[in-house]
């Protein structure tokens, strides 16, 4: 990853409320191709709000967000009166990322492959023989391609997953969200969907996540940011966050995690 590459994604001064009540507070973060950001912190800091803000799942209330330079959501700045962009157009300017739910969002009424096929002739317009060539492509790099012709429900939860991630790789995105991607699964099929992650990972992939998988998010992330209620609180590598954390919300945050000294083995793959 190059820093002198332009940022994909970009959140100046983003804030965020429901209801009156702020869940993001001046969020502020670039992420670059080829990087691998990843959100942790406890459950209400506002992780997920700040992902989905990232393709205007959520509308921001302040700040921009600006997809490869372009503003995302709104016409002019916020400073003055905004107004919300068309559908059309806020999916073509978040045209770049693709994002992955935790509950898998599959269509029960579709096969595997015409659920990954059904976006890109709807969203990008792709004629049929197309989508179900860039599907199938798609379903072979998450290990499902034998699974095409069945439906949703005879699938496992980490089965469903790696359906949900491949529907995403369809739409070769330059940015991938990851919305705790194994939250919803049982336990025997965590591991499944991150050796997926991994594999992502290790072709470049450029991927911001928010998980609770503290050791995967560890030895995958090159960067990790820290948020508590609303606020990013620390950002670095995993080594600087998990062995000198700045804060003391940070430290708190870790403390049940790191009931040893880290050994000199695991601060290596840090």
């Not at 012709?149 to 991630?165: F, T």
């Not at 911001?208 to 990790?224: D, K």
Request: glycine fraction near 8%; charged fraction near 20%; include cysteine.
């Amino acid at each position: 990853m190059s820093n002198a590459s332009a940022p994909i994604l970009e959140m100046h001064h983003v804030g965020k409320a429901f209801a009156g009540n702020p869940v993001l507070r001046d969020i502020n973060l670039s992420v670059h191709p080829g990087e691998i950001v990843t959100l942790i912190g406890p459950s209400g800091s506002g992780k997920t709000t700040a992902l989905r803000c990232m393709n205007f799942l959520e509308a921001y209330d302040q700040g921009e967000v600006l997809i490869k330079g372009q503003l995302l959501g709104y016409s002019g700045n916020l400073r003055g009166k905004a107004h919300t962009d068309s559908p059309a157009l806020i999916a073509e300017v978040r045209r770049p990322l693709a994002m992955v739910f935790q509950q898998f969002n599959l269509w029960p009424h579709m096969t595997v492959l015409e659920n990954v096929v059904a976006p890109l002739v709807l969203g990008k317009k792709m004629p049929r023989h197309a989508a179900k060539h860039a599907a199938m492509t798609a379903l072979n790099q998450v290990g499902m391609a034998q699974k095409a012709s069945d439906w949703p429900v005879r699938l496992s939860g980490g089965q469903q997953q790696r359906v949900g991630i491949a529907r995403a790789l369809a739409l070769e995105p330059e940015l991938l969200l990851l919305d705790e991607p194994t939250s919803a699964l049982d336990p025997e099929r965590v591991e499944e969907v991150l050796d997926v992650i991994r594999s992502l990972a290790k072709q470049g992939m450029t991927m911001v996540m928010v998980t609770h998988e503290m050791a995967f998010a560890a030895h995958i992330s090159s960067r990790l940011v820290f948020m508590a209620d609303g606020y990013i609180v620390e950002s670095g590598s995993p080594r600087q966050l998990f062995t000198q954390p700045e804060s003391e919300r940070l430290r708190i945050f870790l403390a049940p995690l790191f009931r040893r000294p880290l050994q000199p083995e695991e601060l290596e793959s840090l």
